[in-house]
Nanobody, 125 residues
Framework: QVQLVESGGGLVQAGGSLRLSCAAS????????MGWFRQAPGKEREFVAT????????VYADSVKGRFTISRDNAKNTVNLQMNSLKPEDTAVYYC??????????????????WGQGTQVTVSS
């Protein structure tokens, strides 16, 4: 089992930045692809970004490409999401997920086995 805990959410003005972190316990993350998803009120959960088990491959949703950066530190068992140039439409609960042994480019939630509780990101205009 893997337990994931997100942190770093908060309230920020449009154009600002936040850095989300996802810390894991129970098992090393190094074998898993990692992803970030988000869910805004009244909307379905959507893919944000994913990074392969090795860190060598990343994929982003078009809506965040060029503004968000996903990274991982397997030695620290953490995954981060650096969010720059934030927009009000980025407001959502952000979830960290782990899954797919030694895989990459996982964009669907169903491909992930473990999920965190989420952290709220609110961007004011």
């Amino acid at each position: 089992q893997v337990q994931l805990v997100e942190s770093g959410g908060g309230l920020v003005q449009a154009g600002g930045s936040l850095r989300l972190s996802c810390a894991a316990s129970g098992r090393t993350l190094s074998r898993y692809a990692m992803g970030w998803f988000r869910q805004a009120p009244g909307k379905e959960r959507e893919f944000v970004a994913t990074i392969s088990w090795s860190g060598g491959s990343t994929v982003y949703a078009d809506s965040v490409k060029g503004r968000f950066t996903i990274s991982r530190d397997n030695a620290k068992n953490t995954v981060n999401l650096q969010m720059n140039s934030l927009k009000p439409e980025d407001t959502a609960v952000y979830y960290c997920a782990a899954g797919g042994d030694y895989m990459s480019n996982l964009r669907r939630g169903a491909e992930y086995d473990y999920w965190g509780q989420g952290t709220q990101v609110t961007v004011s205009s």
